[in-house]
C-alpha cells in the first residue's frame, strides 16, 4: 500500500502535472494543426476531385455518389492520423475499428444494405437523377442518389428519401427510359350511335393533334364499361411532359368534335 502510494505521489507532483499538462498541450495543439491542414487538403482534394468528374463524368448521380464516398474516406484517414497524434496505435486502432465495425455492422445492417444497393444502383443505372421513376411505392422525379437513400420530388412537390434497398430490391419503373410513353383515355356516346362513324372521328382528332405522336399510331377501339352508353378507349402515345396537357386538350377535342358531328357524349 505505501509503496502504490509512493508511486501515485510521484505521478502527482507539481513538476509531473505540469510536464503532463505541457506534453499534452503539445499533442492537442499538433492535433489541432494536424486537423486543421487535413480540412485545407480535404478541400483541395475534392476540388481537384469535383472538377475531374465534371470534366470526364456526364452523369450528375455518379459525380455526387463518388464525391460523398470520397469525402468519408478522407475524413476516416484525417481522424485515424489525429489519433496517432495523441499517441495511439494505429495497429490497436485497427483492432478497435474491426471489433466496433462488427458491432455496428450487426446494428447497421440495414444502413449498409443501403449503401451497397446505392452502389449496385450506379453500376446498373436503371435510372438517373432527372428521370421520372415509380420505385418502392413512391412516383417522382429523381433529385438524387445519395450514399444510403435516393432522393425523389413527388408530383405534390414533396421531397421524399427512399432507402436504396427498398429501390433495389423492388420493381423499378423508369417512365423518363423511351421518348414516349401510352396513356389512355377514354369517352362514352349514347347507345345506337354510329360506331363506326364515332371511331373514324376519334381517330382523325388524335391524328390531327400536335401532342399525340404519329408513329406508333393511337389506338382506338370500343371497350366494355358498366356505365351508360358506349365507351370507346383511346390509347395515344404521348412525350412524357406534355401528357397532362395532352390529356385534357385531346379530352377537350374529341368530345368538341363528336358534338359537332350531332353525336350525343354522355362522358
Same mark, same amino acid.
Given at each position: 500500500?505505501?509503496s502504490?502510494?509512493t508511486?501515485?505521489?510521484?505521478?502527482?507532483?507539481p513538476?509531473?502535472?505540469?510536464?503532463t499538462?505541457?506534453r499534452?498541450g503539445?499533442?492537442?495543439?499538433s492535433a489541432?494543426?494536424v486537423l486543421?491542414? #487535413?480540412? !485545407?487538403?480535404? =478541400?483541395i482534394?475534392?476540388?481537384?476531385? @469535383?472538377?475531374? *468528374?465534371?470534366?470526364? %463524368?456526364?452523369?450528375?448521380?455518379?459525380?455526387?455518389?463518388?464525391e460523398?464516398?470520397?469525402r468519408?474516406?478522407?475524413?476516416v484517414?484525417?481522424?485515424v492520423?489525429?489519433l496517432?497524434?495523441?499517441?495511439i496505435?494505429?495497429?490497436a486502432?485497427?483492432?478497435l475499428?474491426?471489433?466496433?465495425?462488427?458491432?455496428?455492422?450487426?446494428?447497421?445492417?440495414?444502413?449498409?444494405?443501403?449503401?451497397?444497393?446505392?452502389f449496385?444502383?450506379l453500376i446498373f443505372?436503371?435510372?438517373?437523377?432527372?428521370?421520372v421513376?415509380?420505385?418502392?411505392?413512391?412516383?417522382?422525379k429523381?433529385?438524387?442518389?445519395?450514399?444510403?437513400s435516393?432522393?425523389?420530388d413527388?408530383p405534390?412537390?414533396?421531397?421524399?428519401?427512399?432507402?436504396?434497398?427498398?429501390?433495389?430490391? #423492388?420493381? !423499378?419503373?423508369? =417512365?423518363?427510359?423511351n421518348e414516349y410513353? @401510352?396513356?389512355? *383515355?377514354?369517352?362514352? %356516346?349514347?347507345t345506337?350511335s354510329?360506331?363506326?362513324?364515332?371511331?373514324?372521328?376519334?381517330r382523325?382528332?388524335?391524328?390531327?393533334?400536335?401532342?399525340?405522336?404519329?408513329?406508333?399510331r393511337?389506338?382506338?377501339?370500343?371497350v366494355?364499361?358498366?356505365?351508360?352508353g358506349?365507351t370507346?378507349?383511346?390509347?395515344?402515345?404521348?412525350?412524357?411532359e406534355?401528357?397532362d396537357a395532352?390529356?385534357?386538350?385531346?379530352?377537350a377535342?374529341?368530345?368538341?368534335a363528336?358534338r359537332?358531328?350531332?353525336i350525343?357524349?354522355?362522358?
Amino acid at each position: 500500500m505505501d509503496s502504490t502510494l509512493t508511486t501515485l505521489a510521484h505521478y502527482f507532483t507539481p513538476s509531473s502535472l505540469a510536464a503532463t499538462s505541457i506534453r499534452l498541450g503539445w499533442k492537442a495543439l499538433s492535433a489541432a494543426l494536424v486537423l486543421l491542414i #487535413g480540412l !485545407i487538403v480535404i =478541400r483541395i482534394v475534392m476540388s481537384i476531385l @469535383r472538377s475531374a *468528374l465534371k470534366r470526364t %463524368v456526364s452523369d450528375v448521380t455518379v459525380r455526387i455518389y463518388s464525391e460523398n464516398a470520397t469525402r468519408i474516406v478522407l475524413w476516416v484517414v484525417l481522424l485515424v492520423m489525429i489519433l496517432g497524434v495523441f499517441g495511439i496505435e494505429t495497429t490497436a486502432l485497427a483492432a478497435l475499428l474491426g471489433a466496433a465495425g462488427l458491432a455496428i455492422g450487426l446494428a447497421l445492417q440495414g444502413s449498409l444494405s443501403n449503401f451497397a444497393a446505392g452502389f449496385m444502383l450506379l453500376i446498373f443505372r436503371p435510372f438517373k437523377a432527372g428521370d421520372v421513376v415509380e420505385v418502392a411505392g413512391v412516383s417522382g422525379k429523381v433529385i438524387e442518389i445519395d450514399i444510403f437513400s435516393t432522393i425523389i420530388d413527388t408530383p405534390e412537390n414533396i421531397r421524399t428519401f427512399v432507402p436504396n434497398g427498398a429501390i433495389f430490391n #423492388g420493381v !423499378i419503373r423508369n =417512365r423518363s427510359a423511351n421518348e414516349y410513353v @401510352r396513356t389512355e *383515355l377514354r369517352v362514352s %356516346v349514347e347507345t345506337g350511335s354510329d360506331m363506326q362513324r364515332v371511331l373514324q372521328i376519334v381517330r382523325r382528332t388524335l391524328e390531327s393533334n400536335d401532342l399525340v405522336a404519329a408513329t406508333p399510331r393511337p389506338d382506338v377501339h370500343i371497350v366494355d364499361d358498366p356505365g351508360a352508353g358506349i365507351t370507346v378507349a383511346m390509347r395515344p402515345y404521348v412525350r412524357l411532359e406534355y401528357m397532362d396537357a395532352m390529356k385534357t386538350a385531346v379530352a377537350a377535342a374529341v368530345r368538341e368534335a363528336l358534338r359537332a358531328a350531332e353525336i350525343n357524349v354522355l362522358r
